[in-house]
């Protein structure tokens, strides 16, 4: 058999050592490193904190324009894919063509934490003006008296764990008709051997049940109310949405109401 072409290995190259492999980290170096950690995560918290209170104004402003424009909100929503596919039944979708206005308020005392807002005008389906998804500081136990930095820094914020720290609330929502009640239609539906449920159900769970374990409102406050323009421009998140699936998903749902796809702007194509 010829070895033409076959690489053989030089000598003693199994046993060469990776100069790397030894590297060892002290104890008093790791402090070292963690203290630095904590500093790095203590200026970024105040310049988001600082960031934050200056985009107030400007969001208020925002929220004037957005509220000339028809169906600002429930495009820019269904502009994002994990949204679209959690707002999929027809009548979801029915319902949030009635939202008008969508209003992020963040905790004072911790601003990672926070309250959405969903401000609908009249409509078929429940009485609420207003549906609120809080996400409720817990704040942690806290030895001795704990005084801010200049920046009003305390070592719990730097500590600040959402999976100990939080705990989003449910909202009663005051269905009018239970033939609309679309929590009771497409109810979520829990696996016992998974964290996630195997069935999303209607997108108004997200109001009415307490966890929220696909982080809809995490990615609302984060993702899509900051960059609420170019998600109903389509120039955001249009690679995650699917939505020649979604329309032939959904014709065979009958409902009569507004469809969201039609005042979809057309997304611009990547240079």
Request: net charge negative; proline share 6%; charged share 35%.
């Amino acid at each position: 058999m010829s070895s033409k072409g076959v690489k053989r290995a030089s000598p003693g190259a199994e046993s060469e050592k990776n100069p790397l492999g030894d590297v060892e980290l002290t104890d008093e170096d790791a402090l070292k490193l963690q203290a630095i950690q904590k500093d790095i995560a203590r200026v970024e918290l105040a310049l988001e904190r600082r960031a934050q209170e200056k985009m107030v104004p400007v969001y208020e402003a925002r929220r004037a324009i957005l509220k000339g424009i028809s169906k600002f909100w429930p495009v820019a929503l269904m502009n994002h894919g994990l949204l679209a596919l959690h707002a999929q039944h027809s009548s979801d979708q029915a319902a949030l063509s009635y939202l008008e206005d969508l209003w992020l308020v963040r905790d004072p005392k911790e601003s990672r934490c926070f309250t959405l807002e969903f401000h609908f005008k009249e409509n078929p389906y429940f009485s609420n003006a207003v549906l609120k998804k809080e996400y409720k500081f817990l704040p942690p136990p806290v030895d001795g008296d704990e005084k801010p930095d200049a920046d009003g820094i305390t070592e719990t914020m730097v500590e600040f764990s959402w999976e100990r720290d939080v705990q989003p609330q449910a909202t009663k929502i005051e269905w009018k008709d239970e033939a609309k009640n679309l929590t009771k239609l497409h109810p979520r539906v829990l696996d016992e051997d998974d964290d996630l449920p195997s069935e999303g159900g209607s997108f108004f769970n997200f109001f009415e049940v307490g966890e929220d374990p696909f982080d809809i409102g995490v990615t609302i406050a984060n993702d899509v109310f900051p960059e609420a323009i170019d998600y109903f421009l389509g120039n955001a998140g249009g690679d995650d949405v699917d939505t020649e699936e979604e329309d032939d998903s959904e014709d065979d749902e009958n409902e009569d109401e507004i469809d969201l796809e039609k005042p979809r702007p057309k997304k611009q194509k990547k240079a």
